[in-house]
């Protein structure tokens, strides 16, 4: 059972309002179609293959998007902490199969919320409707381009020093296999490399 609700759905609507001011009407609209749960480290909230319906919002702990290549090497499309929402959105757009998964790497607090369900409500409430726009903007388009720069034109070093800026504890709290995977590097690529960024 998950102690302190309010305080999620709260954490829930302040991250809404850090890209468009979501007003209680348009948010008691929204409450019903949110669901608190707890999912286990490991646990895969969607796989590869697997048509997205849920959206999630990480309330509590990580996690990851890993995709198997044929040739059975896992890569880590992004990481999703604390205050940020995770889904395999060309899935939830297209309704097609997902090309990854979404699995928790540590017992975690998420909110999911139905995607079609969602948008049937930002036709219907404009300030909705910001919040996703918004929300595309920043994340679906600057934050991804601006990882395609950096692994297009950034060294394995530079790039494991920009990911330490981006998650600044997750260092500590995911295997460094999976930031590994994550960088495109092998664990022991990254051990050299950790040892040369920590080491100054």
């Known amino acids: 059972m998950i102690t302190n609700q309010d305080v999620h759905l709260d954490q829930f609507r302040n991250r809404l309002n850090t890209y468009a001011t979501v007003t209680d009407d348009s948010f008691a609209k929204l409450r019903p179609i949110l669901r608190l749960r707890t999912v286990e480290k490991g646990e895969f909230l969607l796989r590869a293959g697997q048509t997205a319906n849920d959206f999630h919002f990480v309330c509590q702990g990580v996690l990851a998007s890993p995709i198997v290549s044929q040739s059975g090497s896992t890569y880590i499309k992004n990481f999703f902490t604390e205050g940020n929402f995770a889904g395999s959105k060309v899935s939830l757009l297209r309704s097609a199969p997902s090309s990854f998964c979404i699995q928790s790497l540590e017992n975690s607090i998420i909110i999911d919320f139905d995607y079609k369900t969602y948008k049937q409500l930002i036709y219907e409430n404009e300030d909705l409707k910001n919040f996703y726009i918004a929300y595309l ?22 790039r494991y020093v920009t990911f330490l800026e981006a998650y600044p504890t ?25 040892k040369e960024v920590h080491q100054k």
């Open 170 to 194: 997750l260092d500590k709290r995911v295997s460094q296999h999976h930031i590994a995977a994550y960088l495109g590097v092998t664990p022991t690529q990254l051990s050299r490399i950790r």
């Open 137 to 158: 903007e920043g994340n679906w388009v600057v934050d991804n381009e601006k990882r395609q720069t950096a692994f297009a034109t950034q060294t394995a070093k530079e």
